[in-house]
């Protein structure tokens, strides 16, 4: 089955810089990557996808970056804000495979 | 906007009695999914559901868990002994199709067996 990593497991920022959470998968016909973001106490909220058809997808302060030849994905955070503090998830999908994969989670805390 | 609903938010249980967690997803979606997440842990896979039955599932989902959709909108998890290892936060999860499409989660119950 597939195994996703992802690093680092806390990352603390201050206010207004970037932060960036990178993931690996090992399965290469893993053809969808969404990031989810989950705030204490709450469920896990989708802020941005990727498919392997592309390579790059922003939305406003939110990027993510997927390289399928090295079968690695990022999350680029700019300007980053109290806000943005939560735990976030990668995870990796096969196509017609009802199974996410998730990462082990990243603790994001930004500092005002 | 559309939400998955889970009940109860949190159960109290006995080990070795059963629970049922239940889940409304969202109404036009075809795909369900039960996670659970130990304090402090990932998001772990359990099962999958498609079409009135099990499409996929994990080996933490072993005979004593199980799944059913009894309705047109409810989804179920029961676990039919619990252990103490069976505390986590279970969330249910729904798509609209499988794989590659946003999984929409329920706010999660939280099961503490004691």
């Known amino acids: 089955g597939e195994n996703v990593e992802q690093h680092p497991s806390t990352l603390s920022v201050q206010e207004g810089d970037s932060a960036v959470i990178k993931c690996t998968y090992s399965d290469s016909a893993s053809n969808y990557f969404p990031w989810y973001k989950q705030e204490l106490g709450k469920r896990p909220q989708l802020i941005i996808d990727i498919r392997s058809n592309v390579g790059e997808k922003k939305d406003q302060r939110i990027a993510v970056t997927l390289n399928k030849t090295a079968k690695h994905f990022s999350l680029h955070i700019t300007e980053t804000q109290p806000e943005d503090s939560a735990v976030y998830f990668c995870a990796a999908i096969r196509y017609n495979f009802n199974k996410f994969y998730f990462g082990s989670g990243t603790k994001l805390n930004v500092k005002p | 906007e559309p939400e998955v609903t889970q009940t109860p938010s949190h159960q109290v249980t006995q080990m070795g009695q059963e629970v049922i967690l239940r889940c409304v997803p969202i109404s036009n979606h075809l795909y369900f999914y039960w996670y659970r997440q130990i304090l402090g842990q990932k998001v772990e896979f359990l099962v999958s559901?498609?079409?009135?039955?099990?499409?996929?599932k994990s080996e933490i989902f072993d005979d004593q868990f199980s799944v059913e959709r009894p309705d047109g909108s409810n989804f179920t998890l029961k676990i039919r002994s619990t252990k103490l290892e069976d505390s986590a936060m279970y969330f249910c999860?729904?798509?609209?199709?499988?794989?590659?499409?946003?999984?929409?989660f329920g706010q999660g119950t939280r099961l503490t067996v004691v």
């Open positions: 559901f498609y079409n009135n039955e099990i499409s996929e």
């Open positions: 999860a729904s798509s609209a199709e499988g794989g590659g499409t946003e999984a929409f």
